[in-house]
């Protein structure tokens, strides 16, 4: 079946140390984005790649990168983690079409310690 | 660790009643309209979509109505199973490729007892 798959699902780093989180595509959507979601709150979008154009949201913080080498892998780097990176991360794909919605993967869990 | 988020708003339902969950959006240029289903540790699972030409659209058991004019979304599901059991979230899109942003409203949790 086509799908968006994360790995790894739970993800466990140390205060500071790097980080790589990763998403594949089996269904050929031109759009990936990232969304950072906490605890009890609506997921929040960090950044999207447009085909392989990168869009940063303005409040997305420096700490936090991303790569899409071709269009079934994207990556999100977060160089520094801090305690409030915690959060499940969610990578989605969707085509350009205005009126279609997204399809997400299972997510990462991220525990910073 | 992860900081304390939101209390989320909390439906609680018999089995078998049927279910409503509201949402009110915020931007008036969103012409495309979601509702997604997110069980405990998974990612956001699409119900059902509307477009702003339309004021109602039915799936199976579920059905959103969409008003305009005072910007309100709601997703009505029918003899609520505990499987319905789920954090439910609203997403609008504006008009547009570039807009092709999905922002999500914040999430009511639907509890269902058995």
């Known amino acids: 079946d086509a799908m968006v798959i994360q790995n790894p699902r739970y993800q466990v780093t140390q205060f500071g140390k790097p980080v790589t989180l990763s998403c594949s595509q089996t269904?050929?959507?031109?759009?990936m984005y990232w969304y950072q979601q906490k605890s009890s709150q609506a997921p929040k979008l960090l950044f999207h790649?447009?085909?392989?154009?990168?869009?940063n949201e303005a409040d997305t913080p420096d700490n936090f990168q991303s790569r899409r080498p071709n269009t079934s892998f994207c990556f999100l780097d977060i160089r520094s983690p801090g305690l409030g990176d915690a959060a499940m991360y969610l990578c989605?794909?969707?085509?350009?079409?205005?009126?279609?919605?997204?399809?997400f993967g299972s997510g990462t869990r991220l525990t910073v310690v | 660790g992860e900081s304390v988020g939101l209390h989320l708003p909390t439906l609680s339902v018999q089995e078998g009643d049927n279910s409503i969950i509201n949402c009110a959006y915020s931007?008036?240029?969103?012409?495309?309209f979601i509702w997604y289903k997110q069980e405990s540790g998974k990612g956001p699972q699409f119900i059902i979509d509307?477009?702003?030409?339309?004021d109602k659209r039915q799936g199976q058991r579920v059905t959103v109505l969409l008003n305009k004019t005072v910007k309100h979304l709601s997703l009505q599901i029918a003899a609520t199973q505990p499987g319905d059991s789920a954090v439910y979230f609203c997403?609008?899109?504006?008009?547009?490729?570039?807009?092709?942003?999905?922002?999500f409203g914040g999430g009511t949790r639907l509890m269902v007892k058995p």
């Open positions: 989605a794909t969707s085509t350009s079409g205005w009126n279609y919605g997204y399809t």
């Open positions: 269904l050929n959507h031109n759009v």
């Open positions: 790649y447009y085909d392989k154009d990168f869009n």
């Open positions: 931007n008036s240029a969103s012409d495309y």
């Open positions: 509307i477009r702003s030409n339309m």
């Open positions: 997403a609008e899109k504006p008009h547009g490729n570039a807009g092709n942003m999905l922002t």
